[in-house]
């Protein structure tokens, strides 16, 4: 990553912001494992974009120092590209929830990963909206009941890992908010990463539905002997339902959209404004 | 003998791919380099191949506002556009045709019009060109000089080498020659030129140039009719402009990808039609929440829905103006000229940047589509207003959204050391803190809210004063915005020559200006109440079906407009339609409100069945 500097604490991130989660929320152990990787990677707050959703996720921005941007339901990625075309020196992570991302946002993945820009993109799934109050998500599990689905979800999950594997994203892991030190090791690999970074990020909503008890028991390390460069053996893995696996299913190096664009983000940058007189000749 | 006249026009009609193009846009800007001033506007249809086309270009001496009425002379490539326009052919006129292709049965030629069948296959040998026989043939019968033509033809055969550059001029002098020898001199010809090499471009082009000049850098778009044009002048030029174009998967992403290269500090413009509008609505709150300066262009096509996606309305003023949930302060621009369309462009950076929020900068088909000759561009003297921006901290903690006396708080850009913030768009405090959850802080809700809309106070000061254009005294004001401005300037021109040339009792003399505000949000109010006071009848002319600005109008200032025109057929207003209107209301002066509308007239049968039309298979494009 660009822009380094001197030794950084994990709390010179925080903010005067108290997080308004629910206590036991896993999107605290979320903060604190970003808070560690930034600290790691030493990224200064000036040159830091935390784009977020809205969703309880979505409210990561406000306790990260940064020049954060709390946009609007479901347009993390296509506010991020924007912000790393006008200024690649900056690095931007987006975060949000699985409603945010998957749901109405969902159309913008496909488009994003091809592009491979250089961004994290960290979805906090809890398999629920939070925020309106636990209505099923793109991730629930058949059979959840909640306020909008009374007599139970009839339509499947979708599967993250395979669809991001799927749509040829460059870098795919997952992680748990209730193992906080491997997560921020994951979300470091991640924000290292150049080009499209994708973390599913299993984060409990304790309030609409608590999982704390049925996720650990399911989870298991990714596979020693995985071969994280093959993309078959990752689609494997991220279709395998006997486990739920944390840690890195796939990465590839791919030349990023920024790189394809270099020359005109140079022109784009360099402070010679264009010649006028020249482009108005093509109007003769 | 033939007649000289001060302008002539000439429609160019066929399928959509017989080369209208070529032929038409060339003979257009061949006559701007002659020193012509010229207005080009292609009446199409949502096709690529097939369908029916006509490029209506009309040549003047002096300044020409509109398309015109009616045309002397047809080039007609296909059977549909003699069955369309061959009886509004005047005498003196002429059809030129192709006589391989189809024939031309006696009965359709008005009394004095020439009919001149070309054998073009005889002639050159080759169908392809036939358009460029046929404008030889033209330029025989117009008199003209066809030097800048011909340089036209060696500029766009230039890469195709030099034996296609001399078909094509063969191809021209066979069609010439042939006109010489079997056609008489046109009876309708165009007095000389002032020779003035004058500059030629499309309203979407002198949109883009004017970003471009305000430094727009970041441009993002989804294709739409009828603002593609930009995006592809925006990519054209890109690399000489120093700017990204990004084609994003839907609007959504278009907008928010601006706003997400202007909070980083760029500055950022996207451009779409109506229903791509429709689509980037919540984010245009997102701007204004955010307050990251942006700028939308909406190039208005008729609607609803779809609707008729190569055809023009004024529909979308209402769009405009309710777009996004919630008060927050945005500006509406909408340019009635080329010369507005590319300097309220640069004014739309401007009060972006200095009041942080969204511009929207509304055109239609038929301003941004036509290509016109224009002069008077300042490319030298550009106006760059970026606001207040912070480069550095003070010392003091930095909070984003200050209340100030003018709403506008400095701004930081992401780089900077010392002023991180977040733009959140939840309500939030000064400092960027989130404040939606806070339930029991209204007090610092309404100020916020009051910070956001004290802007539009300072906006509005900046904005144009709206006037009268015209004779103070006018009998009858004619109220309009965006292309149709143009009409009425010319409907005006006409009934006060006419006005003026009756002079001792005609039934119809009567004075008429013009009122078409620029500035559409913020309203002036009360300056235009003031205004419209003192007309003595008023006629709004809109190509809507419910008349936006008047209801905008009677809105802001509490006065209703009397009389209404109205048109929604897909064409813009012909001056003949608003004039005859006019003329009416000045001879009955009706006490009564009155709403009218108009249709243009395109020749065809009343029992007209696209599935039958030619080019029904046409792929379609929207
Ligand atoms: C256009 C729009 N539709 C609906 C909402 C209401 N809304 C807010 S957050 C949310 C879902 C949140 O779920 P998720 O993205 O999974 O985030 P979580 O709260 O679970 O972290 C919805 C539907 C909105 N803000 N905007
Ligand atoms: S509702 Fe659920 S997701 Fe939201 S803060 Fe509470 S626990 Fe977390
Ligand atoms: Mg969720």
């Known amino acids: 990553m660009s822009a380094q500097a001197a030794e950084i604490s994990p709390q010179e991130y925080k903010t005067d912001e108290h997080p308004i989660w629910c206590p036991g929320c896993g999107d605290f152990g979320v903060l604190a494992s970003l808070y560690q990787s930034l600290a790691a990677l030493k990224i200064h707050s000036k040159d830091l974009v935390v784009v977020s959703g809205i969703g309880c996720s979505g409210r990561t921005p406000g306790f990260v120092k940064s020049y954060g941007f709390h946009v609007v339901h479901g347009r993390v990625l296509p506010v ?79 599967n993250p890992l395979a669809m991001l594997i799927g749509y040829g994203a460059t870098f795919v892991a997952r992680g748990y908010s209730g193992k906080p030190r491997e997560l921020a090791d994951l979300i470091t690999r991640a924000i290292e990463h150049k080009g499209f970074a994708f973390m599913d990020i299993i984060s409990p909503c304790i309030t609409f539905y608590n999982t704390y008890k049925v996720i650990p028991p399911q989870l298991a390390e990714v596979p020693k002997d995985h071969d994280a460069t093959s993309r078959t053996r990752a689609f494997e893995l991220a279709l395998r339902e006997d486990k739920v696996y944390l840690g890195v299913f796939y990465q590839t190096q791919e030349p990023t959209f920024e790189e394809g664009v270099a020359q005109v983000i140079k022109a784009a940058q360099a402070s010679a404004p264009p010649r006028l007189d020249e482009i108005f000749a093509e109007f003769a | 003998m033939s007649q000289t006249r001060a302008e002539l026009s000439v429609w160019v009609g066929g399928a959509a791919g017989d080369g209208i193009a070529a032929s038409g846009e060339s003979f257009a800007k061949a006559c701007a380099r002659s020193g012509y001033h010229v207005f080009a506007y292609n009446s199409y249809q949502s096709a690529i191949r097939g369908g029916h086309v006509c490029m209506h270009i009309r040549v003047g001496r002096q300044k020409v506002w509109t398309h015109g009425d009616g045309l002397q002379y047809l080039v007609a490539l296909n059977a549909d556009s003699v069955e369309r326009y061959a009886a509004r052919v005047p005498p003196g006129g002429a059809i030129l ?93 165009i007095g000389a030129s002032d020779g003035k090499h004058r500059l030629v471009a ?38 000489k402009t120093g700017t990204l174009v990004k084609q994003a998967e839907d609007e959504i992403a278009v907008l928010n990808m601006a706003i997400g290269a202007s909070h980083a500090g760029v500055r950022a413009m996207c451009a779409t039609s109506g229903g791509g509008f429709a689509l980037m609505s919540e984010a245009v709150g997102e701007a204004a929440m955010t307050e990251t300066p942006v700028v939308v262009v909406e190039v208005q096509r008729a609607g609803p829905s779809t609707g008729v996606p190569t055809k023009t309305e004024q529909a979308d003023l209402f769009q405009l103006l309710g777009a996004s949930q919630g008060d927050f302060p945005k500006i509406i621009l909408a340019p009635r000229t080329f010369n507005e369309c590319y300097s309220m462009t640069i004014q739309a950076f401007n009060l972006a940047d200095k009041y942080q929020c969204p511009v929207l900068l509304s055109s239609d088909l038929y301003l941004s589509e036509r290509n016109e000759t224009f002069e008077g561009l ?103 915005w965006g292309s149709t401005y143009a009409v009425l300037v010319e409907a005006m021109q006409a009934l006060n020559q006419e006005g003026l040339s009756a002079k001792g009792g005609s039934a119809s003399g009567g004075k008429v200006n013009v009122f078409a505000p620029r500035a559409l949000w913020p309203f002036k109010g009360e300056a235009t109440r003031r205004l419209l006071e003192r007309c003595t009848m008023t006629l709004a002319v809109e190509a809507n079906y419910i008349g936006q600005l008047a209801k905008l109008i009677r809105m802001e200032t ?29 001879k009955t002066k009706p006490k009564e409100s009155t709403v009218a509308s108009v249709v243009s007239d395109e020749g065809l049968p009343p029992d007209f069945s696209p599935i039958a039309a030619p080019g029904s298979e046409a792929v379609r494009v929207h």
């Open chain 1, 80 to 158: 991020s590209l924007g912000v790393k075309l006008a200024n690649p020196k900056l690095t931007v992570i987006g975060v949000g929830g699985d409603g945010d991302g998957f749901a109405i946002g969902g159309g913008h993945i496909a488009h994003a990963v091809r592009r491979n820009f250089d961004v994290a993109y960290l979805v906090m799934d809890n398999a629920t909206y939070g925020l309106t109050k636990g209505q099923y998500s793109p991730t629930a599990p058949k059979g959840f009941m909640a306020g909008s689905t009374p007599y139970g979800n009839i339509e499947k999950p979708i």
């Open chain 2, 97 to 189: 045709y192709n006589r391989d292709k189809f024939d031309v049965k006696p009965e359709r030629i008005p009394q004095g019009v020439q009919a001149i069948g070309l054998p073009v296959m005889e002639l050159v040998g080759n169908q392809l060109m036939q358009n460029i026989a046929l404008m030889g043939a033209l330029y025989e019968l117009l008199g003209l000089d066809a030097g800048a033509f011909k340089g036209l033809i060696r500029e766009r055969f230039a890469k195709k080498g030099e034996g296609i550059v001399a078909t094509n001029l063969s191809a021209f002098d066979k069609g010439a020659a042939f006109a010489r020898a079997h056609a008489q001199p046109g009876g309708i010809r």
């Open chain 2, 202 to 239: 499309s309203g979407n082009a002198l949109i883009a140039f004017g970003a471009v000049a305000a430094g727009c850098r970041f441009y993002a778009a989804y294709p739409m009719t009828p603002a593609s044009s930009i995006l592809h002048w925006m990519a054209k030029n890109a690399v």
């Open chain 2, 378 to 480: 300042d490319i030298t003297n550009i106006p760059i207003e970026r606001g207040e921006i912070v480069t550095e901290a003070n010392g003091e903690p930095y909070r984003r959204f200050l209340d100030t006396k003018t709403g506008v708080s400095p701004r930081a850009l992401p780089g900077t050391p010392g002023t991180v913030y977040v733009a959140a768009t939840d309500e939030h405090d000064p400092d960027g803190v989130v404040i939606s959850d806070v339930f029991t802080n209204p007090s610092m809700r309404a100020k916020m809210m009051e910070k956001r809309m004290r802007k539009l106070d300072h906006i509005l000061k900046e904005l144009p004063e709206p006037e009268l254009e015209g004779p103070k005294d006018a009998d009858l004001t004619l109220i309009g």
């Open chain 2, 558 to 586: 509490g006065l209703a407009i009397q009389h209404h025109l109205h048109k929604y057929d897909g064409e813009p207003f012909e001056p003949a339609q608003v004039i005859a209107h006019a003329r009416k209301l000045l």
